[in-house]
Nanobody
């Protein structure tokens, strides 16, 4: 059974930074793409960023491009989301997801989700 555990959320002021982590278990981490999504209160779950199995391909929503960086460490079975220049519109619960394949031609999410980590950006 695939398990995803996020960490690193918190409260930060506008313009601040946070780094989220997601550690995966239950299958060969280095074979699959990984992604981050977020869900603001009362809204749907939206794509944020994704990375291919080797890290050679990355994908970003336009709203975070240039501010967020996704990376992975296959030796630690962990994917990261470095978030900079945060603003109140980034406030949401952030979820980790594992893709259905290596992700070299785009990201397709699976039904595996972590429990989420809250990010709150104060103005």
């Amino acid at each position: 059974q695939v398990q995803l555990v996020e960490s690193g959320g918190g409260l930060v002021q506008t313009g601040g930074s946070l780094r989220l982590s997601c550690t995966a278990s239950g299958r060969t981490f280095s074979d699959y793409s990984m992604g981050w999504y977020r869900q603001a209160l009362g809204k749907g779950r939206d794509f944020v960023a994704a990375i291919s199995y080797s890290g050679g391909h990355t994908y970003y929503d336009n709203s975070v491009k240039g501010r967020f960086t996704i990376s992975r460490d296959n030796a630690k079975n962990t994917v990261y989301l470095q978030m900079t220049n945060l603003n109140p519109a980034d406030t949401a619960v952030y979820y980790c997801n594992t893709g259905v394949d290596g992700g070299v031609a785009g990201y397709t999410r699976s039904d595996y989700w972590g429990q989420g980590t809250q990010v709150t950006v104060s103005s």
